[in-house]
């Protein structure tokens, strides 16, 4: 959570000296203290090659075949960055669904011609929407002048986007997936969520993770939001989604408490506040697993977050696909 600037804080911004300050003093502590969580330089240089081999690894994919017309279609945001964990998830989805299925892929702004061809080898059929038809769109129903804060907050929070790139100008049941995921089992529960969805669906987290105190949050909801809401899974209905609503949360939320890196989190839990949501089961949909579950995965579904990349980057995905 950030709150908003102090008096010197604001002052030495106009002087040049916060970027000075956070070059020389807190980007330093910020890497030293990462280094240390991860396990040191050592570790983190195992990680990293293990992160590479899977980015080598997911040009070997090989294509899956195309689906029908009427087949259920799977979201992701994603971009040149990401490209290789989206297109890891996606297939170990498929390899497990028993079923076909269809990516839908929205461009985070660098989703070039090259990544294009190769979304269009390995998953034929796909949907590409590219940053200049979603913006059109955005422009169009989602303009600044009305949405400003939900505009301005998504240039420069990506992870708003899953909601405002998906569901602005969409109609139906949208599911979204994050692309730091992993597919072991059949995922019966999810699938029988894409054959009739009838209510939102998320998947649990391992605690209530919102960036903005419980107390704001429920005088915004009205209610208590739903407890441990992670939307590395999330399935909404598009034209359900309250836009006026969204933007007068965010301007109240940012003047509180300021921005959060999961504020798009925060807002699907004020969305969804006593709704009748549905939840994969924790067991198999896990999120965070520990090294132990990534040597030999048991659950249906992986969720890489925090301190769980060490496992995904070495030893998980090579479970999906090793050449």
């Known amino acids: 959570?950030?709150?908003?600037?102090?008096?010197?804080?604001r002052a030495a911004a106009r002087l040049g000296l916060g970027r000075a300050?956070?070059?020389?003093?807190?980007?330093?502590?910020?890497?030293?203290?990462?280094?240390?969580?991860?396990?040191?330089?050592?570790?983190?240089?195992?990680?990293?090659r293990g992160r590479r081999a899977m980015r080598l690894a997911a040009a070997t994919l090989p294509p899956v075949a195309e689906p029908p017309p009427d087949a259920p279609t799977v979201g992701f945001l994603t971009g040149r960055r990401f490209w290789f964990q989206t297109a890891f998830c996606f297939w170990s989805l498929c390899r497990h669904a028993g079923q076909p299925l269809r990516a839908a892929v929205y461009d985070?702004?660098?989703?070039?011609?090259?990544l294009q061809a190769e979304c269009r080898r390995l998953f034929p059929g796909a949907a590409i929407l590219p940053r200049a038809e979603i913006e059109v769109r955005l422009d169009a129903q989602l303009p600044a002048c009305r949405y400003p804060t939900l505009r301005r907050r998504r240039a420069v929070y990506p992870n708003l986007r899953k909601l405002t790139d998906v569901h602005v100008g969409a109609h139906g049941w949208q599911l979204v997936l994050d692309s730091d995921m992993l597919f072991f089992r059949r995922p019966d529960a999810l699938l029988a969520w894409l054959a009739g969805p009838a209510q939102p669906v998320h998947m649990?987290?391992?605690?209530?993770?919102?960036?903005?105190?419980?107390?704001?949050l429920a005088a915004l909801a009205g209610q208590s939001l739903p407890a441990r809401l992670n939307v590395g899974i999330c399935g909404l209905r598009s034209e359900e989604i309250d836009w006026d609503r969204l933007e007068r949360w965010s301007v109240e939320m940012e003047a509180a408490e300021g921005t959060s890196y999961y504020q798009e989190?925060?807002?699907?839990?004020?969305?969804?506040?006593?709704?009748?949501?549905?939840?994969?089961?924790?067991?198999?949909?896990?999120?965070?697993?520990?090294?132990?579950?990534?040597?030999?995965?048991?659950?249906?579904?992986?969720?890489?977050?925090?301190l769980s990349k060490r496992g995904y980057f070495r030893h998980a995905w090579r479970h999906v696909w090793n050449p």
């Open 265 to 306: 989190q925060a807002l699907v839990a004020l969305m969804l506040a006593g709704c009748d949501a549905y939840c994969v089961p924790a067991a198999d949909y896990r999120l965070l697993p520990d090294d132990t579950e990534c040597r030999q995965p048991t659950a249906v579904m992986h969720h890489y977050v925090d």
């Open 108 to 114: 985070d702004g660098t989703f070039d011609a090259p």
């Open 21 to 48: 300050a956070y070059q020389l003093w807190h980007r330093p502590l910020a890497t030293l203290a990462r280094s240390r969580r991860e396990g040191g330089p050592v570790a983190q240089w195992i990680t990293a």
């Open 1 to 9: 959570m950030n709150p908003p600037a102090k008096p010197w804080q």
């Open 204 to 216: 649990a987290d391992v605690q209530d993770a919102y960036g903005y105190s419980s107390n704001l």
